[in-house]
C-alpha cells in the first residue's frame, strides 16, 4: 500500500493549507483514515481521524480550525487547515487502518496499518 501526502508548504500565521491523503489502488471506503504531526523533537501526535462511515474525529488543540473529510471516489481524504500557528509547525502524516479490522483506537499511532512519507508545514508569525 502507498499513501501519497502533500500540500504543505510554509505559510503566515492566519493562513490555511490544504493537505491530501491520496491512496491509488485501494478500496479506500474500506479504510480508516488518521492525520498525525510530528515537530523536531517531539513525539508524532493525534490531529484528525475519518472512519470509513464519514464519522470524524479530532486533537484538542484543533479547536475548530481543522476539517477532515474524505472523497472515496477519488482514493483522497483532505486535511483543511484553516487559522494556522507556528505551534502547528511539524510533518503531517496520513495513516490509514483496514476498517474490518475491530479496537479502532483513532489517537493511538499503532492503530494504524500503512503511513505515507509525511508533507512539511511550516507556520511563521
Known amino acids: 500500500v502507498q499513501l501519497q501526502a502533500f500540500g504543505g508548504g510554509s505559510v503566515q500565521a492566519g493562513g490555511s493549507l490544504r493537505l491530501s491523503c491520496a491512496a491509488p489502488?485501494?478500496?479506500?471506503?474500506?479504510?480508516?483514515v488518521g492525520w498525525f504531526r510530528q515537530a523536531p523533537g517531539k513525539e508524532r501526535e493525534f490531529v484528525a481521524a475519518?472512519?470509513?462511515?464519514?464519522?470524524?474525529y479530532f486533537a484538542d488543540f484543533v479547536q475548530g480550525r481543522f476539517t477532515i473529510s474524505r472523497d472515496n471516489s477519488e482514493n483522497t481524504v483532505y486535511l483543511q487547515m484553516n487559522d494556522l500557528k507556528p505551534g502547528d509547525t511539524a510533518v503531517y502524516y496520513c495513516?490509514?487502518?483496514?476498517?474490518?479490522?475491530?479496537?479502532?483506537?483513532?489517537?493511538?499511532?499503532?492503530?494504524?496499518?500503512?503511513w505515507g512519507q509525511g508533507t512539511e508545514v511550516t507556520v511563521s508569525s
Open positions: 489502488g485501494l478500496t479506500f471506503s474500506r479504510y480508516h
Open positions: 495513516g490509514v487502518r483496514n476498517g474490518l479490522r475491530v479496537g479502532y483506537s483513532y489517537p493511538a499511532v499503532g492503530a494504524y496499518d500503512y
Open positions: 475519518i472512519k470509513g462511515d464519514g464519522r470524524t
